[in-house]
């Protein structure tokens, strides 16, 4: 084989990889852009909505001695339903809710008179 022979076959070689390497190394999709503002307006407003300063009142050491503690426990469970994290279920703060209800039936029939008392009772059962 000549020198000019061996030029060429390298030379086309050398070409040809070249070549084969520009086409598949390009890009056959463009990469397409995320827009992730929708994501983050949805995180900020999921803190936001999460932000127990909203419970602080009714959840003060001071109220819950003066009130008791249902009022804090039945709006921080409505509140973790709402969360991010989702934790609690409606129905657990049904089951609060009810608990409270059922205490402050208790509580307000129990100041009522005799007579009319059954009536109180009677009243908030059926309308509960």
Do not use: H
Not at 67 to 72: D, E, I
Request: net charge negative; aromatic share 6%.
């Amino acid at each position: 084989m000549s020198l000019s022979w061996v030029i060429v076959i390298a030379l086309g070689s050398g070409g040809l990889g070249a070549g084969l390497t520009a086409l598949f190394s390009r890009d056959r999709e463009p990469t397409p852009v995320v827009d992730n503002s929708a994501a983050t307006i949805d995180a900020q407003v999921a803190m936001q909505l999460s932000n127990l300063d909203l419970i602080e009142p009714v959840c003060s050491t001071d109220y819950i001695q003066s009130n008791g503690n249902g009022l804090c426990r039945e709006l921080f469970c409505w509140m973790e339903t709402n969360s991010v994290t989702g934790e609690a279920s409606a129905i657990s703060c049904d089951a609060i809710s009810n608990i409270n209800n059922t205490i402050t039936i208790l509580n307000v029939c129990s100041e009522v008179e005799e007579p009319a008392k059954e009536g109180c009772y009677t009243l908030f059962r059926e309308r509960k």
